[in-house]
Every structure is written in C-alpha cells, then in structure tokens.
C-alpha cells in the first residue's frame, strides 16, 4: 500500500523565515502530488497540485512545490512566512489510476509574529 | 458559491449505537468521498462515490457504510460505534472521479462515549 510520509511533525518559525516542509511518498508509478493546508477553525482547501510538467508548482499565498521524482519527493516552499500562515498542512499523493488521494499525517507550524 | 456542506456539525453517541452524518457536495460535483480524521494524524480513506456508485473503499469495517443520492449528496452510516470511532469526519466532493483535487466540508465531530 502506499504511504506518504511527512517528517516534520510540528514547525515553528518567526515571521520572515523560509519555510520548507518535507514531504515523501512510497508509490513508483505516476503519481498526482498536492498539498493541502488547514488555517484554524476552518476547512481543508487545495494550496497547489502538480499532475504533470514542470515539476515545480506554484501555488496560492506564495507557495510552492517542488517535485523530484527520482527522490519521491513534493517539498513545500515559502521564502517568507508571515504569521497568516500558522496552519497545518497535508501533502497527499493521488496513484495513477487509483482517484483517491493518501494523506500524510499533517505538519502544523506555528508562525509568530 | 456554497462549498461543501456537513451536518451535524458536532455529535455525540453511547458505544453500540448508530450514527449517520450527512454531507451535501459543491453544485456540480458528482463525486463525494468520506474521510476519518483522528487527532494528530491525516485524514483517512473510508468511501469515494461517483455517480450514485461505490468507486472505492478504504480499509474501515464493516460497520462503516455510504451511499449517494440522485442528487449526489451522501449519507456516511457507522453501526454499533466503539470509543475508537471518534474522529472528525470529513466529505469532500470533487467534479471528476479522477482529479483527485478534492473539496472539503468542515466535518462533523463525532464523540463517542
């Protein structure tokens, strides 16, 4: 079965910091990549996707993602937190084929201000 | 726009009763799934339905059952709850069957005692 593991548990950063949070999956085929972000109190939404190209993706808010494919790897980038961004975040990996997305376990980072 | 919408939002059951929680998907969208999110870890797979039909099924018992209505919002029923089915529960609806971008609701907060 494939997993998707994302090693940083919980990030705390001051405003301005860069950010990059890790993300790995198990699976070798063609993969669909996203990451998700939960700001408190609210839903899950969609912050970037990567299906197929360039293999770095930007999203909303300032973010990106880079996908390696030789290292199973989708990190998530920001050059410059800002405290809006204390949220958790998913990296979710889609199977080619399968439709249904494995989440991570989710990394909650904390920006102060 | 109305996104995704869950009810009831919070709840709370005795062990070895039945539960049904209600999720109704972004106009358009034929596709619902259902997630199990426990405290500290991502959201887990429990049902994808596209069309009225069951696309998929994560590894959750027996007890755990949907469906999808001509309309194409969804009822997600656990029979004979345990202590451990306490979670937020989560829908999501997507356009396709094959994105695997998915759009959440908030999720009903299920407390079983």
């Known amino acids: 079965a494939q997993s998707v593991s994302q090693h940083n548990h919980h990030v705390i950063l001051s405003e301005a910091a860069s950010l990059e949070l890790g993300c790995n999956y198990s699976?070798?085929?063609?993969?669909?990549l996203f990451w998700y972000v939960q700001y408190p109190g609210q839903h899950l939404q969609l912050l970037l996707k990567y299906f197929s190209g360039d293999p770095l993706v930007k999203g909303i808010k300032g973010f990106e993602a880079e996908f390696i494919k030789s290292k199973f790897s989708f990190n998530l980038r920001k050059p410059s937190v800002q405290w809006s961004d204390t949220a958790e975040y998913f990296c979710?990996?889609?199977?080619?084929?399968?439709?249904?997305?494995?989440f991570g376990r989710g990394t909650s980072l904390i920006v102060h201000p | 726009d109305a996104g995704v919408t869950q009810s009831p939002t919070h709840l709370i059951k005795t062990r070895g009763q039945h539960v049904t929680l209600r999720c109704s998907p972004i106009?358009?969208?034929?596709?619902v799934s259902w997630y199990q999110q426990v405290l500290g870890q991502g959201p887990q797979f429990i049902f994808q339905?596209?069309?009225?039909?069951?696309?998929g099924r994560g590894n959750f018992p027996d007890r755990f059952s949907a469906r999808q209505f001509p309309n194409y919002s969804s009822e997600l029923n656990v029979n004979a709850l345990l202590l451990g089915d306490s979670a937020l529960y989560l829908c999501?609806?997507?356009?396709?069957?094959?994105?695997?971008?998915?759009?959440f609701g908030e999720g009903s907060r299920l407390t079983v005692l």
């Open positions: 339905y596209y069309e009225k039909e069951e696309r």
């Open positions: 999501a609806s997507s356009l396709w069957q094959d994105t695997g971008e998915l759009f």
């Open positions: 106009s358009g969208h034929k596709s």
């Open positions: 979710a990996v889609n199977e080619g084929g399968s439709y249904i997305p494995t």
């Open positions: 699976y070798g085929g063609t993969v669909n």
